[in-house]
């Protein structure tokens, strides 16, 4: 499943009810499918092996309701075993998007922000245009690289791990992918 280091996670844009997105790996073929459900209080993403929804994998999922700094557990669906957790920065964030990255006993590893304070601001409050990039980085080594392309119909996020760090599984930069489709775009 999350073998490969590069992969592009796209989200249709206008989708009425929940949100979709698909990641696919470098020569294009669909490697997870993710379901939001609209409505939920209590934020829940699955994370599929197949289209059909079939075979689930993977779960986030919030630990609170309605929490602007919540908690995401990230969850492997086959063993119930927890993989680790993605914190929101809240109003630390308010303006440049930050995430901590935790291990499966909640001690910070990590963080994930976003690229440069000044393209933040402009995308905040000038231009939503700019697309965002993101830094993942663990024990303060830059292990992810998470690239926006600016596409008006389709949300595309380019996700390079080359540079992962064996210690930390692989699907906690996945994990990480997907919230920042799911929940950073909210803003714009």
Partial sequence: MIQKTTYTLRRKVFKLMGARFDIFDASGAMVLHAAQKA?????DIRLYADENKTDEVMLIQARTVLDFSAAYDVVDSKTGEKIGALKRKGWQGFVR??????????????????????????RRFV???????????????????????????????????????ADVDLRMGIAASVM?????????
């Fill in 39 to 43: 409505f939920k209080l209590k934020e």
């Fill in 127 to 165: 231009l939503n245009l700019i697309p965002q990039n993101y830094d993942l980085m663990i024990g303060g080594v830059r292990v992810a690289d998470l690239k926006q392309r600016f596409n008006p119909f389709i949300y595309k996020l380019d996700i390079d791990l080359t540079q992962w760090n």
């Fill in 97 to 122: 998007d930050e995430w901590i990255v935790m291990d499966k006993n909640d001690q910070e590893i990590g963080v994930c922000i976003e690229d440069s304070l000044g393209l933040a601001l402009v």
């Fill in 180 to 188: 920042i489709a799911a929940i950073e775009q909210r803003q714009g």
